[in-house]
């Protein structure tokens, strides 16, 4: 089984990403991954630019840490496994760059004094595009690169048709939908999830708020309750048929030993929610 990390020490999972990487890519520099991380928590931190740091209570760096090691994950083990195509080194670090800064779009600048960046929960994975635009351009990213950053970043998005991001190479594909996958698996693992829940149900209601009602497609629960309730039903019925259908099933990857065996992610997962089951249960009981 994997190792535990403390997701809320980036130092932790930077050395987890760094041990990965180097057994992917045994040529690859000792300084990329270190550079990375620094890069990230510099703009959560408000040490960029004209961006405050970060203040949104659910899609904070700690939940961009669990998305990356459980991409990073994905794709090692993937490796191990032989896939085809591989993936190679430079795909590999744009697929970190990517989700290390794939929640970058809920920063706010320093004159935005209204709420917290929870508010731009509808426009997050577009803000987070241009964003990354932005750092890479000043750091000297081809643009090529800066393109293929920007469609990872994309998979993240709820009702994203895969579709129509236009993937530069199958290698980029892949690496997009084990970010997606990462993104999805690494937050509802969590130990402490079910606790989370009604902060991420603050948080969508604050952007329903700010957009007056033009939350098409996000806001369908009616109260931190009903987010709670409907768990379970949105893991059966949107996130597991998401991860089989439109990330190719690559979580699989996951499985120790590969590929029958069992799936951490997936066993935190469901003990989570027979732990909100049995709450859910006790509450309408009482």
């Known amino acids: ?22 057994s992917m890519f045994p040529q690859g520099g000792p300084a ?27 899609h904070d760096l700690e939940h961009t840490l669990q998305g990356t090691l459980c991409m990073v994950r994905v794709l090692q083990g993937r490796h191990q496994a032989g896939g085809r195509p591989a993936i190679q ?10 989700i290390l800064f794939h929640d970058t779009g809920y920063l706010k600048k320093q004159a935005d004094d209204d709420g917290t960046g929870a508010k731009y929960t509808l426009t997050h994975v577009a803000r987070s595009v241009n964003f990354a ?45 084990a970010l997606g996958t990462g993104d999805l698996l690494g937050q509802m693992s969590a130990d402490d999830y079910i606790e ?17 009602g033009k939350m098409v497609g996000t806001l369908t629960f009616s109260s931190a309750a009903d987010l709670l309730r409907r768990t379970p039903e949105f893991w059966d019925s949107y996130v597991l048929r998401k991860l089989d259908g439109d990330f190719w099933g690559l979580y ?15 066993l935190k997962i469901a003990a989570n929610l ?10 309408n009981a009482g």
């Not at 699989?252 to 951490?264: D, V």
């Not at 027979?274 to 509450?283: C, E, F, H, Y």
């Open 89 to 98: 080194q430079r795909t590999f670090e744009l697929g970190l760059l990517a």
């Open 196 to 212: 989370k829940l009604p902060i991420l149900y603050s948080e969508f209601e604050e952007s329903a708020r700010f957009y007056e």
């Open 274 to 283: 027979d732990r909100l089951r049995k709450q859910l249960a006790a509450a």
């Open 32 to 58: 990329f991954v270190p550079t990375a991380f620094d890069w990230v928590q510099e703009c959560f931190a408000g040490r960029y630019r004209d961006f405050q740091a970060s203040d949104a209570r659910y």
């Open 133 to 177: 635009e932005q750092f890479f351009g000043e750091r000297g990213v081809p643009i090529a690169e800066i393109r293929s950053i920007q469609n990872m970043i994309r998979c993240t998005g709820v009702h994203v048709d895969l579709s129509r991001i236009p993937f530069q190479s199958e290698v980029e594909k892949v690496v997009g939908f």
């Open 252 to 266: 699989r990857f996951l499985n120790q030993p590969y590929p029958n065996g069992p799936n951490a992610y997936l």
């Open 1 to 22: 089984m994997f190792t535990s990390v403390d997701t809320k020490d980036p130092s932790a999972v930077a050395r987890e990403v760094q041990a990965a990487y180097q």
